[in-house]
């Protein structure tokens, strides 16, 4: 299983990913979220670990991870992103 640590250096070598979070059984999970954007000039790094009861959008997607027969924990991190901005042509 993933530990807070490699949850967080994962964060650290892709700056794309704002939040990780860890499915440990169908009613917890583990969430790392980064504080700001993070920013090449930056030296430091704040991260929030939150621990608990899922949200309405890990709800479903532990519904469909259960539907597909996936056996918790979930071994693999999900991801979420910072939105890409378009480009003003």
Known sequence: MQSIDGMINVMLGDS?????????????IVRVTRQGKPDRRDRRATFLVTEGVPNCDAQKFI?????AGEPFPIK?????????????A
């Not at 794309?16 to 917890?28: D, G, M, N, Q, S």
């Not at 693999?76 to 003003?88: M, S, T």
């Open 76 to 88: 693999k991190l999900q991801y979420r992103f910072y939105p890409v901005l378009k480009k003003a």
């Open 16 to 28: 794309t990913i704002h939040t990780t979070t860890l499915f440990v059984e169908p009613k917890w």
């Open 63 to 67: 519904k469909q991870a259960q539907r």
